[in-house]
């Protein structure tokens, strides 16, 4: 069986504040995570993925999740929000199924 | 490179109506996936093909049949459409059913029954 669970499905931040979505998960085997960017009306957008190569994966857009399998989480990180970095974040785990399963989203606000 | 292309892009239904999404990719994948998506749920998975002339049920097929006639198409099916049914439909696409792979998705499609 495998899951995700990401909580919280509002944050708020204001423009340059530090952005953390939190994702963790569930899998019986090794997983491979991912974390997609949906902008408003549009489709889902890989930003990053776990392989296995490296723990700490940087994506598009400053984006950065680091993977921690003692915790078995994969948050979603940036240093510094813009405005442009409004949209919902899904995080996103196959564990060998052929088809990934997805979380319920995390829509982020940017405040000015 | 158009990626994946969904078609139509919104459509409304009356209850009990019948309609087919389309979906194709020009990437020469293997997978194919047709997700819905529905506030606070994410996306979940409908039915899913490994390759052309297979399809599997995913997570939440009950009123949903697809077909997977050529290796770029993959059609999606509503016999007796339901206010259920209302939803964003999302297709996607993918190399592989490795781990590893990313799927690609399409603009999506707005589906009102009423």
């Known amino acids: 069986a495998q899951s995700v669970t990401q909580l919280g499905s509002h944050v708020s931040v204001s423009e340059g504040a530090l952005v953390l979505l939190r994702c963790n998960y569930s899998?019986?085997?090794?997983?491979?995570l991912f974390w997609y960017v949906q902008y408003p009306n549009q489709g889902l957008q890989l930003l990053l993925k776990y392989t296995s190569a490296a723990t700490l994966v940087k994506g598009i857009n400053g984006f950065e999740a680091e993977f921690k399998k003692s915790e078995t989480s994969f948050h979603l990180t940036k240093p510094s929000a813009h405005m442009s970095d409004a949209a919902e974040y899904f995080c996103a785990v196959n564990g060998g199924r052929r088809a990934l399963t997805f979380g319920s989203g995390t829509r982020l606000q940017v405040q000015p | 490179n158009a990626g994946v292309t969904q078609t139509p892009k919104f459509r409304v239904l009356k209850t009990g109506q019948s309609m087919t999404l389309l979906c194709a990719q020009d990437?020469?994948?293997?997978?194919m996936y047709w997700y819905r998506q529905d506030p606070g749920m994410g996306l979940r998975l409908i039915h899913y093909?490994?390759?052309?002339?297979?399809?599997a049920k995913g997570e939440v097929p009950d009123g949903y049949n697809v077909s997977r006639l050529k290796k770029q198409n993959f059609l999606l099916g509503l016999e007796s459409a339901a206010p259920s049914q209302t939803s964003v439909y999302f297709c996607?696409?993918?190399?592989?059913?490795?781990?590893?792979?990313?799927?690609?998705f399409g603009q999506g499609t707005r589906l009102t029954v009423v």
């Open positions: 996607a696409s993918s190399y592989s059913g490795g781990g590893w792979t990313e799927a690609f």
């Open positions: 990437m020469n994948h293997e997978y």
């Open positions: 093909s490994v390759g052309e002339g297979t399809t």
């Open positions: 899998s019986s085997v090794p997983p491979y």
